[in-house]
């Protein structure tokens, strides 16, 4: 094992410690850091029993190797700070889309019709963006998705001239 675990404290005196609290008949149970013979690092988790016995003091250590489960831990941790990441994106996309159509607009109807049509087109994102995996969507794709679906069916009122450009889904937000 390493000197150090993974939490900072030195290898022995965490033993000890644990090993007293099997001795007293607790059962520790706690993840370990373990080092192989060829240096690759194995977190592990070990319980410790302490076994009945008249005339000496025996306790049973059984180790697991936990590296999947730390790697599904670091996937799902991974995957909760995208989906923080994403909601305060989102939710600044609103703020500053309430805020341009507050200033834009001269009547609670007309910001209730623009606001609402402004929410539409900011869900018609995300879907395109779902829809790619989350793996980028073009410009142009992307502007068709956004705009007023009526803009769409009118010949003339799209037009597209130049080289092809991915709208990442990092890159769509505020």
Not at 103 to 124: H, K, N, P, Y
Request: with cysteine; net charge negative.
């Amino acid at each position: 094992s390493p000197e150090v675990q993974s939490n900072g404290q030195l290898s022995n005196d965490l033993a000890s410690r644990y090993i007293a609290a099997a001795i007293a008949g607790e059962t520790p149970v706690f993840e370990w850091t373990h080092q192989d013979l060829e240096g690759t690092i194995i977190p592990c988790e070990v319980r410790l029993v302490r076994l009945p016995s008249s005339s000496k003091t025996l306790i049973r250590g059984s180790i697991t190797d936990i590296s999947e489960r730390k790697s599904a831990e670091r996937r799902q941790q991974f995957m909760m700070d995208e989906l923080d990441h994403r909601v305060k994106n989102n939710l600044a996309s609103v703020l500053a889309l309430t805020r341009q159509t507050v200033t834009s607009c001269c009547s609670l109807d007309e910001f209730s019709r623009v606001f609402s049509g402004r929410i539409e087109a900011l869900a018609r994102a995300h879907s395109a963006l779902a829809s790619s995996k989350w793996e980028g969507v073009s410009i142009y794709d992307m502007m068709r998705t956004i705009l007023n679906p009526q803009f769409i069916t009118t010949p003339g009122h799209i037009s597209y001239e130049g080289d092809t450009f991915v709208l990442s889904a990092r890159s769509s937000g505020p």
